[in-house]
């Protein structure tokens, strides 16, 4: 359970804890955030109300882009990534029964590394706590916000271990916990705007233990939904397929799962999926929102508390990182030179890609799922929009430099 509250609790002063940052929530934003003041000797605490094997198992993205990946190698968190990944430089659109392949990398010279998200948390859980000396606490109850208004905030949290409240004081708290964690609920309402869009449709979400059956992304725009398949690794792959928003996914059984990735991702020519156990069924409802400003007194948002993209786009997890870039550089600019530019200017330059890449999902949603519409009208533009990214190669370029997250440049 998570709390927002204006006063710090009434400790014993000689019990409490200091440091200039509180990181709440260890995922990438966090942890990568966590590990940019360590790089710069500022201390730091990060809490996750996980245990550490959880938050490394935890199924998620695994599409990385590549000026990430740079942030990434320029702070010293790429070692395995760059040993590891997968290097994705094509995509394929399956529609009318063909399949049009998109050699993005050939048009822009850029590429995508595949590397899921629970391997690059595990490799920043082990660089900030074992290498770099941060501490974090796993486990935590009850995190609570302070005096976020004030010089002086604080956060207080029950120790796992002996069930007390602990309270840190500090010069800045990170919310990097999420949609639904205490940071953004202690957003004041008066202060913030929270924009939503709900696409009306759902993805289920499913993992197979199955190799790919293409080398590369495949995307089937199809009259029954849209379906996808994205490589994870030699032997696991993530597969989506379109259905009514908060259906059940015990409506979807193994044999009609396969039936349906067969038909919507099927083309002339191509063999038929190999298909595998699923280890993993869930629906997703696809919606997007944007927190603005994204900060309020000393609190800073980044990743999910402040903006969701539907993973439509493929896009979360490299705005997670590109906050954590942001607020990393400033907020060591400030502890270490006084240097306030950076975090004056942190909730714009965020926001520029978080719309350019909003903006994207929405066009690519239209793509996906325009042929399933139920409406002539739309199928028709729908196709003719997919058409034009083989025909012409302004749109083909357009469109990778979107895909690729170049246009919004870092």
Not at 43 to 55: G, K, M, S
Request: net charge negative.
């Amino acid at each position: 359970m998570w709390r927002v509250t204006s006063t710090s609790p009434r400790l014993d002063s000689a019990s409490a804890q200091r440091f200039p940052v509180v990181i709440v929530g260890a995922g990438p934003a966090g942890l990568t955030l966590g590990n940019i003041l360590r790089g710069a000797s500022v201390d730091c605490l990060v809490l996750e109300t996980e245990t550490r094997e959880f938050i490394e198992q935890r199924p998620r993205a695994g599409v990385i882009e590549e000026w990430a990946v740079r942030g990434l190698e320029k702070r010293g968190l790429a070692r395995n990534l760059l040993d590891r990944a997968e290097l994705h430089t094509a995509c394929e659109f399956r529609f009318d029964g063909e399949r049009y392949r998109f050699p993005y990398g050939e048009l822009t010279g850029s590429h995508h590394f595949v590397y899921p998200q629970p391997l690059l948390v595990t490799d920043l859980v082990r660089e900030y706590a074992d290498v770099r000396g941060g501490r974090i606490r796993f486990g935590v109850r009850d995190v609570r916000l302070h005096d976020l208004d004030t010089d002086r905030p604080s956060v207080s949290y029950l120790c796992p271990d002996t069930g007390e409240r602990q309270v840190v004081h500090c010069d800045f708290v990170a919310g990097c916990d999420g949609a639904r964690g205490v940071s953004r609920a202690a957003l004041p309402p008066e202060r913030v705007r929270i924009a939503r869009h709900d696409y009306g449709i759902g993805w289920l979400a499913l993992l197979a233990e199955a190799p790919p059956s293409a080398d590369c992304v495949l995307f089937g725009c199809h009259a029954r939904g849209f379906a996808g398949q994205m490589p994870r690794s030699p032997e696991v792959t993530r597969y989506y397929l379109q259905c009514p928003p908060g259906d059940d996914p015990e409506n979807w059984p193994h044999e009609r799962v396969w039936a349906e990735l067969q038909e919507r991702l099927g083309a002339s020519g191509v063999p038929p999926l190999t298909e595998g156990r699923l280890i993993e069924k869930r629906v997703l409802d696809m919606h997007d929102y944007v927190v603005e400003p994204m900060v309020s007194g000393r609190l800073f948002l980044a990743g999910d508390a402040a903006h969701l993209v539907a993973p439509i786009a493929a896009k979360g997890m490299n705005l997670a990182l590109h906050d954590a870039f942001l607020l990393g550089d400033a907020l060591v600019a400030h502890l270490t030179t006084g240097d306030d530019s950076g975090l004056a200017g942190y909730p714009e330059a965020c926001l520029r890609r978080v719309w350019d890449y909003q903006e994207f999902s929405q066009w690519l949603s239209e793509v996906y799922h325009g042929t399933a519409a139920g409406d002539p009208f739309r199928a028709g533009t729908t196709l003719a929009r997919l058409r034009r990214l083989f025909t012409s190669r302004a749109a083909a370029a357009a469109f990778a430099e979107q895909y690729l997250g170049t246009a919004a440049r870092y």
